[in-house]
């Protein structure tokens, strides 16, 4: 692939308690970790747990085309069923069924 600018990447987050957030990030950022709904996240976790905290973050596809990662993302989202809020905190698109 050519200038890693240009890069455009579709992501996993795995927090603490194994649920899953999956995202895209268009500027391929390192310090970008998504836009997850906080509140929905922190009634996961009591307040000792938040002390200390550490997520995982999964580079699961990449591409230079916007369209493919748009594609890709809501594939993925069903794939790993991130918007079941059992496994994960994907809030769209809705489950099926």
Same mark, same amino acid.
């Given at each position: 692939?050519s200038?890693s600018r240009?890069? %455009?990447v579709?992501? %996993?987050?795995?927090?603490? /308690?194994?649920?899953?957030?999956?995202?895209k990030?268009?500027?391929?950022?390192i310090?970008y970790?998504?836009?997850?709904n906080? *509140?929905?996240i922190?009634?996961d976790?009591t307040? %000792?747990?938040r002390r200390? #905290?550490?997520?995982r973050k999964e580079?699961? #596809?990449?591409?230079?085309?916007t369209? *493919?990662?748009? &594609?890709? *993302?809501?594939?993925?989202?069903?794939?790993? &069923?991130?918007n079941?809020? *059992?496994i994960?905190? /994907?809030q769209w698109? %809705?489950?099926?069924?």
């Amino acid at each position: 692939m050519s200038d890693s600018r240009s890069i %455009k990447v579709v992501y %996993k987050i795995t927090y603490p /308690n194994g649920k899953i957030y999956i995202g895209k990030d268009l500027t391929d950022s390192i310090n970008y970790f998504g836009s997850a709904n906080s *509140e929905l996240i922190a009634l996961d976790f009591t307040r %000792k747990q938040r002390r200390d #905290f550490t997520i995982r973050k999964e580079i699961l #596809f990449e591409s230079e085309d916007t369209t *493919e990662i748009n &594609r890709k *993302e809501i594939e993925l989202i069903r794939e790993y &069923r991130s918007n079941d809020p *059992e496994i994960g905190y /994907n809030q769209w698109p %809705k489950p099926r069924g």
